[in-house]
C-alpha cells in the first residue's frame, strides 16, 4: 500500500470568463444609458419663424395666461367656460364670420385652455383661426 501524500496541484481561478462577462454588462450599461437620452420627450412651445404681429379690425386677439385665463383683445375675461369665451368672440368680431382668431397662448399655459378657445370660435362660426407665436432667439430661419 502506497499511503504517501500525493501533491495535488493547487486549483487556479480562470478569471477569462470572469472578464467576459463583466465586458458584457458594462457593455449593456452603456448602450442603455446612451440610448435612455433620445427616448425622452422634450417639448419647448411655442416658437416660430413668423412675421411681426400686426393689428387689423379683423382680428380677434385671443390671449391665454398661463394660469389659464384669457384675454379678448386686451379686455381681460372673468369666466373660463366655453359659453363665455365664445359670447366674448361674438362681441368682439367686428368683422362677423370674416374675422381671424388669433390666439397667443402662453407656452405653459393648459392645453384645455387652448381647446376651449377652438371650441368657442368653431361655436361662433369663427373658421379662420391662426396660432401666434414668437421668433427663436436666434432668429435663423431652417
Request: proline content about 7%; aromatic content about 6%; hydrophobic content about 45%.
Amino acid at each position: 500500500m502506497n499511503f504517501r501524500h500525493r501533491i495535488r496541484p493547487e486549483p487556479e481561478i480562470n478569471l477569462i470568463p470572469f472578464i467576459d462577462v463583466l465586458l458584457v454588462v458594462l457593455i449593456f450599461l452603456v448602450l442603455s444609458t446612451t440610448y435612455s437620452k433620445f427616448t425622452e420627450l422634450q417639448l419647448r412651445l411655442p416658437m416660430a419663424n413668423a412675421d411681426a404681429q400686426r393689428d387689423y379690425p379683423r382680428e380677434v386677439i385671443v390671449s391665454i395666461a398661463s394660469d389659464g385665463s384669457y384675454s379678448i383683445n386686451r379686455q381681460p375675461l372673468p369666466a373660463r367656460n366655453v359659453d363665455a369665451v365664445s359670447t366674448a368672440l361674438a362681441d368682439a368680431a367686428r368683422a362677423g364670420t370674416d374675422s381671424v382668431v388669433i390666439i397667443s397662448a402662453d407656452a405653459s399655459s393648459p392645453h384645455q385652455a387652448v381647446i376651449t378657445v377652438l371650441e368657442a370660435a368653431r361655436r361662433t362660426g369663427l373658421h379662420q383661426v391662426t396660432f401666434a407665436a414668437q421668433k427663436p432667439a436666434g432668429g435663423s430661419r431652417p
